[in-house]
């Protein structure tokens, strides 16, 4: 193989990562993959897709090195492959959220309004747990908090939550999160604790950007 062939081929090879995420469903699989490890049938219900889809882009990201496997008996369970696949993730979101045309549209179209939903970031929130002068509510499933969330926080998942509102502390400040910066639990929980009464507001990403940075997570 000559020098152009050889780099050819080396260039073919960071393509086939980018081929990979080439696809909203597989890139959404990355996404419920950064909050920790599932089964296929779980990412299948995640992401609305038969079990034989689910597993044919998992298999495509495995081929691209992007997520592995671990075994439990009979049951298969998928990760990501390591950190740096999240980081990847998370540094697409922010190259689209900043270069793709119609992204605010589409992200609106999905997330609703978001004028009146206030923002916490990860430093204040990390201020007010110390002080203990806040509630943190993850609206994630079960299976995800389990698998980790922050520090201290309390697991209210987002179809749950209209019926334990009445658990909370009247005063004080809630504040919820969950996967991401497009998470739309943590919105919907925010409007759902203001209409009852409730001062609320939401992290300003989620769960794997507070864990990448190094903050406190159990």
Known sequence: MGPRDAKNALFD?????????????????????????????????????SVANTSFHLR?????????????????????????????WAALRDVAGAHHAHLDDLAAAYLGDRSSLEEISRAELA????????????VRNAAEFTAGHIAGARSMPID????QVDL?????DVVAYCRGPYCVY?????????????????LQDGYPEWRR????VE
């Open 13 to 49: 090879g960071f393509a086939d990562v980018a081929k990979a995420l080439g696809n909203g469903r597989r890139a959404e699989l990355i996404d419920v993959l950064d909050q920790g490890e599932r089964r296929v049938d779980d990412l299948a219900t995640e992401i609305d897709q």
């Open 60 to 88: 495509t990201l495995a081929g691209a090195g992007l997520v592995s496997t671990r075994r439990d008996g009979t049951r298969i369970y998928y990760r990501l492959a390591s950190d740096r696949v999240g980081d990847l």
């Open 127 to 138: 201020r007010r747990i110390d002080a203990g002068n806040v509630i943190v509510v993850d």
């Open 160 to 163: 749950e939550l209209a019926e």
């Open 168 to 172: 909370l502390p009247d005063d004080v």
């Open 186 to 202: 943590a919105d919907d929980a925010v409007r759902l604790l203001r209409e009852a009464g409730r001062s609320a507001r939401r």
């Open 213 to 216: 940075r190094g903050m406190p």
